[in-house]
């Protein structure tokens, strides 16, 4: 596509519930990223992935947080049991394997309630 | 371990003003740094960049300037524009070429005033 694509553009959840949210990055972009942005916080790290390397997690909070990228191209950040901390906007982007700074969707806003 | 870091969370500006955002980094395999400007609602878009092997680089009413030495970098606007009015992010990257994490600063939130 054009573009990063992330949905859902919002998510409300109960307390305890899991949820998925997905981020279809720019065609033929070998990299793709997860942050979240906390409210009045900057841009926090949570995982990458490089084409068909072992992805770095080093950035995810808990073992409730999971990623996977399937086909090298969509991926889904899922959060179990999920938590009021948890609210925040979470950010996919992209970026070709040679190149600097990448293209961010315009995130999922997602509220536990 | 904060290694980018911007220590002013919010700057006002006149309009037609230069706007001057500062960023601190402490990390010296950081090889790249970009600016990012972050309107609300939206994805942070990308604004400017420079390489650890230049000092100043232009474009257009943006420029950015990095002191290595003091591990320091700012990003000048002139002049400014209400429509310039957003969260600047800075952020920093290592990997000499190839695709890696950028490790992004908490922001400093721009208002340009009439």
């Known amino acids: 596509g054009a573009g990063v694509s992330q949905s859902p553009s919002n998510k409300v959840t109960e307390k305890g519930k899991d949820v998925e949210l997905r981020c279809d990055p720019i065609s033929g972009h070998t990299a793709l990223y997860w942050y979240r942005q906390s409210l009045g916080q900057g841009l926090e790290f949570l995982i990458y992935?490089?084409?068909?390397?072992?992805?770095?997690k080093s950035g995810l909070p808990s073992d409730r947080f999971s990623a996977e990228r399937t086909g090298g191209s969509v991926s889904t950040l899922t959060i179990q049991r999920t938590q009021q901390e948890d609210s925040a906007v979470y950010l996919c982007?992209?970026?070709?394997?040679?190149?600097?700074?990448?293209?961010f969707g315009s995130g999922t806003r997602l509220t536990v309630v | 371990d904060q290694q980018v870091k911007q220590n002013s969370p919010s700057l006002s500006v006149q309009e037609g003003r230069i706007s001057i955002l500062n960023c601190d980094y402490t990390n010296s395999m950081f090889d790249y740094f970009l600016w990012y400007k972050k309107y609300p609602a939206e994805g942070p878009t990308f604004l400017i960049s420079i390489s650890s092997i230049k000092d100043k680089n232009e474009d257009g009413r943006f420029t950015v300037f990095l002191n290595k030495s003091a591990k320091h970098l700012s990003l000048h606007i002139v002049p400014s524009q209400p429509g310039d009015s957003a969260v600047y992010f800075c952020?920093?990257?290592?990997?000499?070429?190839?695709?890696?994490?950028?490790?992004f600063g908490t922001g400093t939130r721009l208002q340009v005033t009439l």
């Open positions: 982007a992209s970026s070709p394997y040679r190149g600097r700074g990448y293209t």
């Open positions: 952020a920093a990257q290592s990997g000499g070429g190839t695709a890696s994490k950028l490790t």
């Open positions: 992935f490089q084409g068909n390397s072992a992805p770095d």
